[in-house]
């Protein structure tokens, strides 16, 4: 499709802003990509949604600041749309990335706010973390190579120091925790701004993990060096154990809106709302005759004549393969099963008897609605909540509505 350049950038211009509800034309709906098709999947991230659910991790958390956790594209709602969205929030004291490139988007959205890198680094690249007035998250020796940086850049780098207090996975065992920490803070140009654990997620271990974080905080405080300020909890955590909530609370999921075990949404601890959707266009409806076939493998046979319709979004955009195995889309707010195989960019669904969608009706995989949220349509096919919103393919348009 070729489009005049003009109508490329009012398209692309109307993109940030704008949403399509379910109401709206074919027409309207070609404005979505640049030069992709209507049919096309697209991503909706409600503002408001993130807003809400900040508010109520504030009031769970007791006002204490939240340091929101917007790695992996910000769990696919993308980084800069996300850390956009939160930056006015006084509640919000920062952001938490993975990867360098994620801070760069940060910075590069005009968003001035504290930003912690919990990725690992090499000296050039703490370099440019610290251009960027990025946080390295430290838990190696490398307090010389931070001083250089510091020399060069003629201010002080300020860090935040990992801690393993039993998950394994990255931070300074805590038995030899003290000793990187008195040897950071001996550095004029080091400044320890926070130190920080993440816990395993086991109800009786988590128990262990904070004790050995907070005697080790006891022991550093004996000695005069100061922490700054102690951080741990995740989504998990913010439902599970009150007390690791410590200075400052590190939610990721919950800020999205999602919770992070099934259990955790009938507790009424905190009510979160979905801020991320995926939704494409009905490209095909038709028949089958009872004995035939739909998908590979002749995965789906129809027992009695029924009608399917075909979405144009599959496992390269995200939908999990498993999403076959007891997933439902909404269209015209029904609830309809994902049938035969979810390949690479098809998914068909069963209508039924009756014709009753289509082509060009919106079809969404999940959204905030109760029976089409991400928790429903993972708990539904047995995957994981994390695996449904960070796969999705970050190539899809991202439609941030107010
Ligand atoms: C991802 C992550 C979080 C947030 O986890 P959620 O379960 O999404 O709340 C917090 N801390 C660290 C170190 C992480 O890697």
Not at 256 to 265: A, D, L, N, V
Request: hydrophobic fraction near 45%; charge should be positive.
């Amino acid at each position: 499709m070729k489009l005049s350049r003009r109508a490329f950038l009012h398209s692309a211009a109307i993109l940030p802003t704008f949403g399509i509800d379910s109401g709206a034309t074919l027409a309207e709906a070609a404005l979505q990509t640049p030069n992709g098709s209507s049919f096309d999947p697209w991503v909706e991230v409600r503002a408001g949604h993130l807003r809400h659910n900040v508010a109520e991790i504030s009031r769970r958390a007791g006002g204490r600041p939240i340091i929101a956790v917007v790695k992996n594209n910000g769990y696919g709602l993308g980084v800069a749309n996300v850390a956009r969205a939160l930056e006015p929030l006084e509640a919000v004291a920062g952001f938490a990335v993975v990867k360098l490139d994620e801070g760069l988007a940060i910075r590069s959205a005009g968003i001035d706010k504290p930003v912690l890198l919990m990725g690992p680094l090499d000296e050039r690249n703490l370099g440019e973390a610290h251009r960027l007035a990025l946080m390295p998250m430290v838990y190696t020796p490398i307090g010389a190579a931070l001083e250089r940086i510091a020399a060069r850049a003629r201010n002080p780098v300020a860090i935040h120091v990992c801690v393993d207090t039993g998950i394994g996975r990255v931070g300074v065992p805590y038995r030899d925790a003290a000793v990187l920490i008195r040897d950071l803070a001996r550095r004029k140009s080091v400044e320890i701004r926070g130190v920080m654990m993440t816990f395993a997620e086991d109800e009786q271990f988590d128990r262990e993990q904070l004790r050995r974080f907070e005697a080790l905080v006891d022991d550093l405080k004996r000695d005069g060096i100061s922490p700054g300020i102690r951080h741990a909890a995740s989504s998990f955590a913010l439902f599970q154990h009150r007390d690791s909530f410590l200075d400052m609370v590190r939610p990721g999921m919950a800020v999205y809106g999602i919770y992070p075990e099934p259990q955790f949404r009938r507790t009424g601890v905190m009510d979160l709302r979905p801020a991320v959707s995926l939704k494409a266009r009905v490209a095909y409806v038709k028949q089958l005759e009872a004995g035939d076939s739909a998908g590979y493998n002749r995965a789906f046979v129809a027992r009695r004549p029924t009608w399917i319709a075909t979405l144009p979004v599959g496992h390269a955009d995200g939908l999990p393969r498993v999403a076959a195995k007891g997933g439902r889309v909404r269209i015209r707010e029904e609830l309809y099963p994902i049938v035969a195989s979810v390949s690479a960019s098809h998914t068909i669904v069963e209508i039924g008897p009756e014709r009753r969608v289509e082509i060009g009706d919106v079809a969404t995989i999940f959204d905030w609605q109760d029976g089409s949220r991400p928790e429903d349509l993972a708990e539904s096919c047995g995957s994981s909540v994390y695996d449904l919103t960070m796969h999705l393919n970050p190539l899809l348009p991202r439609r941030v509505i107010a």
